[in-house]
């Protein structure tokens, strides 16, 4: 980055998380797939990712959106997303934001749309009561009962599933899923995903928590740990995905029957799902949630500030 960067953007909220867009100004990824365009970010852009996502533009919470030219002329836009700590395969909060987003400025209408992401084509639907649906890429369990040793001592049994990201998914853990004891919840989580990766499961970079549902319809309450160490404050699009894979796989949720699931902050996501391949436990799952933009305005990246690409 050279000189004075200006970076247009807008900033949203699903369900208490917040997703920032990158309108325009990215660097240059090329003309392939978002997939391909992801690898060059990855491999040579990181000083961007940190500049829009940390400390003192950004904070930990905060999931980035970079709107891109599809590759696929079938689809309204691509998007590459990221976080405090990495680049993400998918981002159902985040992709619910970016609809938000274009609505907001006039670039879509109600109705169903196409976006690219790095993992698939998502379908998304901005409904007439200005929620979004975000009909995934498949999701699907890969490892039932897989059992590590707690922070605690104490054995801890979860599921390993996809749902755009990894995730370690546990109903049984002995932990109080209330904001005040977020920093407990953060620690166990952590010391959860290094016991994950390191008994096989590399690829998890996200752990969920889950609970009896307080808000009123909820199915269940959940705590999510993200890659960064940040906690989710929404549901968690991608996590509920996962689940919704997970109930599918057990025979506990139908095909098409409504599961709400609620975030610790107490804001809920819609989900459901459709059967890709039943033998082989693969679904479709679908999202709903709304998103509030929040603020719009342009980031100044000076390369002669010595936090230009955020706090080391």
Known sequence: MIGLQQLPFIDSHTGG???????????????????????????????????????????????????????????????????????LGMCGHGMIGVVATLAHLGQIRPGEHRVETPVGIVTV??????????????????ARAVTVAGPDGRRVTGDVAYGGNWFFLIDDHGQSLDRANVDALTAFTWQLRQAVNEGGFPEVDHVVLYGPGRAAGAHSRNFVLCPGRAYDRSPCGTGTSARLACLAADGTLEENARFVQESITGSTFRGRFRWVDKARGIIAPTITGHAYVTVQGTLLLDSHDPFHAGIP
Do not use: W
């Open 17 to 87: 998380e917040p997703t920032r867009v990158i309108l325009a100004g990215g660097p240059n990824l090329g003309r392939g797939s978002a997939a391909d365009k992801l690898a060059i970010f990855r491999g040579q852009h990181d000083d961007f990712r940190r500049a829009v996502i940390t400390e003192p533009r950004g904070s930990d919470m905060l999931v980035g959106a970079l709107l891109l030219e599809p590759a696929d002329p079938s689809c309204i836009a691509g998007v590459l997303f990221f976080d405090n700590a990495c680049c």
């Open 125 to 142: 639907t901005l409904n007439l009561d200005e929620s979004v649906s975000v009909t995934n890429v498949p999701a699907y369990r890969k």
